[in-house]
């Protein structure tokens, strides 16, 4: 079963190494994020992309501020 939900990317439960991660961020840098992965991702994405873009793909986010 698949069960899709709408949910503010600052109130996302990160887990293992994308917790951490997630924790080095700022609600202003959330919500930048946010309106950027809806820009990119207009049909939304599920829990595991958002996980591991934090967990795997950090550097990628941390470029988006420069």
Same mark, same amino acid.
């Given at each position: 079963?698949?069960?899709?939900?709408?949910?503010? %990317?600052?109130?996302?439960?990160?887990?293992?190494?994308? *917790?951490?991660?997630? =924790?080095? #961020?700022?609600?202003? &840098? /959330? $919500?930048?994020?946010?309106?950027? %992965?809806?820009?990119?991702?207009?049909?939304?994405?599920? *829990?595991?992309?958002? =996980?591991? #873009?934090?967990?795997? &793909? /950090? $550097?990628?986010?941390?470029?988006?501020?420069?």
């Amino acid at each position: 079963m698949k069960l899709f939900r709408e949910e503010s %990317l600052s109130n996302f439960q990160f887990w293992s190494g994308a *917790e951490c991660r997630a =924790n080095q #961020l700022t609600d202003a &840098e /959330f $919500d930048q994020l946010e309106v950027m %992965l809806c820009e990119l991702y207009p049909d939304g994405v599920d *829990e595991t992309f958002i =996980n591991d #873009l934090f967990w795997f &793909e /950090f $550097d990628w986010i941390c470029d988006v501020w420069g």
